[in-house]
């Protein structure tokens, strides 16, 4: 569910009409909407009352301050994949002991920059960065709670680019070598092993590789408290899908994804973290473009917009499907026709959507890609040399520009010149 939905024959995010911010800020813009951020953050915290917990929001998804500060409000936690990520929930005000750091390849400054800051724990990934962690605690004084993250060789049954549970996958360390890892971490001086983490995948549309992933931890839980290790937490990652097709089958609902946590590890005891990122913010965004051209080719249709990979990358990259609806909405009897929808960009990559079936649009009218607000904005570059996109936060019947548009002045004066130039 989200907040876009038609008015008066325009679309509107929330009680805002989006030509309204297309009049102040131009296009290509995101738009989020707030009301669909919190909804999604409560589902499941919601879903997993009754136990401990903290939903900590991966905000690798959509990691603008005002996104942060707004879920952080209603108590999330962060999981942060960089220094970077953990200097913006800083600066958002995000309590430290609500900021989980994972992340495969943690540079000892990254790793520095949160022992003398401060975190909830950190999720290690190898023996060579729990040594080396170790070691950075140790110098700063400090004992850094950890949890390791183990790969449950499970075949999440999502995109290959995103699934990360299988042993040929970089993440984590083998489940079957867990014991003698947790082991030699139990016996470093600067570490306080609080619990076990696990990430299988993202854009999971089936609760079942979920399911044997938890079980598996929750029998390593067992095996390591025989162990003599106070395992008390578990991190048990992100991943849930949306559906990006509407009308398609959706995926399960976090309702049902809390009650299978619950099912699956709830007679452990252990307060449970869970880092969802897409499922909060992907429903909650759009991306949207201007028609600059509308091209006849010869049995091809195209709609060249004003958008293009650089801005949305996801169907270059994932070869993912976003619907693309009009702003204005089209008369009930508007016919439809085929078009490929595509960018200015000088790449055949850089085409959203081939075969499209939209009512004629022309020069200048306003279409809306839906489900934009995961991993849209974040993946954004200025190739072709086109000015970072923008971002918009609509609450109720307010809007606020939370990223501007770089004029192309403050693009390109970023370049600097060799003296010998
Ligand atoms: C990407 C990632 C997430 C979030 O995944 P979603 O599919 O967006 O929910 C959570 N945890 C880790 C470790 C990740 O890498």
């Known amino acids: 569910m989200d907040h876009f939905t038609y008015h008066n024959g325009v679309l509107y995010a929330e009680n805002v009409a989006l030509s309204d911010i297309v009049a102040k800020v131009g296009t290509p813009l995101y738009v989020y909407s707030t009301a669909t951020l919190e909804r999604h953050f409560r589902l499941f915290d919601d879903a997993l009352s009754g136990i401990d917990h903290l939903v900590c929001y991966a905000m690798k998804a959509a990691s603008n301050q005002a996104i942060i500060k707004t879920l952080a409000a209603l108590g999330a936690g962060m999981d942060v994949v960089s220094g970077g990520e953990y200097m913006r929930a800083i600066k958002a005000g995000v309590p430290t002991d609500r900021i989980v750091f994972s992340g495969v390849g943690k540079t000892h400054q990254e790793m520095d920059m949160i022992i003398q800051g401060g975190v909830r724990q950190v999720n290690v990934e190898s023996e060579p960065e729990m040594v080396l962690l170790d070691k950075a605690a140790q110098r700063h004084g400090k004992k850094i709670p950890i949890t390791i993250r183990v790969n449950p060789d499970v075949d999440a049954k999502t995109h290959a680019k995103i699934a990360t549970g299988k042993s040929e ?7 079957a070598k867990a014991r003698d890892v947790y082991a030699t971490a139990g016996r470093l001086k600067s570490l306080d092993v609080v619990g076990i983490d696990v990430h299988i995948g993202s854009q999971l549309t089936d609760l079942e590789p979920f399911a044997l992933a938890y079980r598996k931890v929750a029998e390593l839980t067992e095996m390591l408290r025989a162990d003599g290790h106070d395992i008390r937490r578990l991190d048990l990652g992100g991943g849930l899908g ?3 097709v ?3 089958q959706a995926p399960p609902l976090p309702e049902d994804y809390g009650a299978m946590i619950k099912r699956e590890v709830g ?3 252990c307060e449970v973290e869970i880092e969802p990122g897409r499922l909060i913010a992907g429903n909650a965004g759009l991306l ?3 028609v600059i ?3 006849e080719g010869e049995g091809r249709n195209f709609l060249i917009l004003d958008a293009a990979m650089n801005d949305l990358i996801r169907p270059a990259l994932y070869e993912a499907h976003h619907d693309i609806i009009p702003v204005k909405e089209p008369a009930a009897d ?4 085929i078009f490929d929808v595509v960018g200015p960009v000088c790449e055949t990559g850089d085409t959203f959507a081939r075969n499209c079936a939209l009512h004629r649009l ?3 009218d306003l279409v809306a890609f839906r489900s934009a607000g995961a991993y849209g904005a974040v993946m954004a570059s200025e190739y072709n040399s086109r000015p970072l996109v923008p971002e918009v936060l609509v609450k109720g019947d307010q809007f606020a520009v939370i990223r501007p548009r770089p004029t192309l002045e403050e693009m390109i004066n970023r370049d600097t010149i060799p003296p010998w130039l």
């Open 169 to 175: 996958n970089k993440f984590g360390i083998p489940i």
């Open 242 to 244: 949306i559906p990006y």
């Open 334 to 337: 508007a016919k439809y026709e």
């Open 362 to 364: 022309t020069n200048g």
């Open 267 to 269: 007679h452990l005891g």
């Open 288 to 290: 949207i473009s201007s």
């Open 246 to 248: 509407r009308g398609n």
């Open 293 to 295: 051209y509308l091209k």
